[in-house]
């Protein structure tokens, strides 16, 4: 019968065995059942890191020898990094401030200003530098750009009914 003491030492270990030494460390370090299903993950990856780093894989006697710790080995240990305290973000207050307008720019109404300030912070358009590969691709770039023409003159033609009904 095969069982697992029968098994050869310098067999080398499956990735369920690797996953399984993983669990034993995050079992012996965690805390709660969270940071335990955190910790395996990371204690797999550090085993595998460190496997990986020499050349080298996990064999069957170190999965039994590392089964039989009570403590997590501090190489691993080294390896944990602590996640980094989430940053408390300070809500956004929007105040309405003061606009000082430029020399040139002459403010005679509250919607000159409006219109000063919304120039202002109005994102910069950036250029895109795509070129169409294949005629599928020109006749879809052609058809977008009659869209947004057509779509660009029904809104100025929106604006100006606007302007006539707003009198």
Do not use: W
Request: net charge positive; aromatic share 6%.
């Amino acid at each position: 019968m095969n069982t697992f003491a029968n098994i050869d030492q310098n067999k080398l270990a499956t990735a369920k065995q690797v996953y399984g030494v993983a669990c034993h460390f995050a079992n012996i370090h965690a805390k709660s059942p969270s940071e335990r299903y955190g910790l395996t993950k990371v204690f797999n990856a550090i085993l595998n890191k460190f496997y990986g780093d020499q050349d080298s894989h996990m064999t069957h006697g170190d999965v039994s020898e590392f089964r039989d710790y009570q403590v997590v080995p501090k190489d691993f240990l080294s390896l944990v990094k602590k996640p980094k305290a989430a940053k408390k973000v300070k809500p956004v207050v929007s105040v309405a401030k003061k606009v000082k307008p430029k020399a040139a720019e002459k403010v005679e109404t509250i919607e000159d200003a409006i219109e000063i300030v919304e120039a202002r912070h109005k994102p910069k358009a950036v250029a895109k530098k795509s070129t169409p590969v294949n005629s599928v691709a020109k006749k879809m770039d052609a058809r977008i750009t009659a869209l947004e023409t057509k779509v660009s003159d029904v809104d100025n033609k929106l604006d100006a009914i606007l302007a006539i009904l707003s009198k």
